[in-house]
């Protein structure tokens, strides 16, 4: 902006709003300062011909004119006549030569320019860059010759690897790890819905996938989307066993358990199936060292520690120690 007191230049008149948008939000969902301004503009501009917005201002009865004029162009059409106003619908890259152009008018301090604005059309919600991460999915599935020809079978060994790095990484304390790898943790979700959807006989997308869990987070959860009450972490843990059991109507408490898993982990969750379910079941006796296991992750599991967790931190102190007998730095 010029001062307005300068003695050599007059005041500023017009107006120029530069009007953003994002890609994430359904083409003609507009703020309803956005609408005004496209209304009650002189003028409206875009340099993108396929911009995502045109037709829909179309059918509002904006008339948008194709082109991006230059900074000069532009100020001396908003200057004249008293004052006119222009809005430029930006593209997804921006006007970077415009506004360029139009820092350098307004910085010269040598003549009058019109007020300029910029106005956000519409706003990315929580979330909005997992659309990103789906529709680039969708693009590499499409043109990458390795991952168009993936399987879910092929890429469970990934999953388990990405699954254990994120572990590491919370249990390191290693924020910008735990950053990356619950990138990496999302994105085999993501590629694995993504090749379900081309199945031919029961094909499904991620969009059924999010559906699914955010049904099933809603009805786990009466005391935050319905009538009933949970004051304590006791009586929500209640609340969810009774829907989950209301929901699967086992036969066994078993049921459900994947075998795949961890053995000390495996353990650990039938001990606290059958806890749950009040029966008293002690662990069986035999001889070798998997019995010895057996009763040890039971009895952690009843005193409220998880054997798997607590091993690793066992492991990863001997690891250390093993490090310092070869005389490697610390981790």
């Known amino acids: 902006m010029t001062p307005p007191d300068s003695p050599d230049v007059a005041a ?62 532009l100020v001396d059409y908003c200057v004249a006549d008293g004052g006119r106003t222009a809005v430029v619908i930006t593209s997804a890259e921006g006007e970077s030569e ?33 659309l990103d991460l789906v529709q680039v999915m969708d693009r590499i599935r499409a043109e990458c010759p390795w991952s168009g020809t993936r399987t879910n079978e092929e890429l ?57 869990i955010v049904e099933k987070l809603i009805h786990r959860h009466p005391h935050v989307f319905g009538d009933e009450a949970a004051e304590t972490p006791e009586d929500v843990r209640r609340h969810w066993l009774r829907t989950k059991a209301a929901e699967k109507r086992r036969d066994s408490v078993t049921e459900g358990v994947p075998l795949g898993q961890p053995s000390l982990a495996l353990t650990a969750k039938l001990a606290s199936r059958a806890r749950t379910a009040g029966l008293d079941v002690a662990p069986p006796e035999g001889a ?7 009763a040890l992750a039971v009895r952690a599991e009843a005193d409220g520690v998880d054997p798997e967790a607590a091993l690793r931190a066992a492991a990863r102190a001997y690891r250390d120690a093993i490090r310092a007998a070869e005389g490697s730095p610390a981790r």
């Open 98 to 130: 415009l506004t360029d152009g139009l820092a350098r008018l307004a910085g010269s301090g040598r003549e009058a320019v019109p007020d300029l604005e910029l106005l956000p059309g519409s706003y990315d919600l929580p979330g909005a860059r997992l």
């Open 288 to 294: 070798g060292i998997g019995y010895e296991l057996l």
């Open 12 to 73: 500023p008149t017009g107006r120029i709003v530069l009007l953003t948008t994002s890609h994430r939000v359904a083409p003609g969902l507009l703020s309803w300062p956005a609408w005004q301004a496209l209304h009650g503009a002189d003028r409206v501009l875009s340099g993108d011909p396929d911009h995502p917005q045109l037709p829909y201002l179309r059918d509002a009865g904006v008339e948008v004119e194709p082109g991006a004029p230059g900074a000069r162009e």
């Open 156 to 212: 469970v060994k990934y999953g388990i690897e990405e699954a254990y790095e994120l572990v590491e990484a919370i249990e390191e304390g290693d924020r910008e790890a735990l950053l990356e790898e619950l990138g990496d943790v999302l994105l085999q979700v993501v590629f694995h819905a993504r090749i379900a959807q081309d199945d031919p006989e029961h094909p499904f997308s991620i969009d059924d996938v999010a559906g699914g």
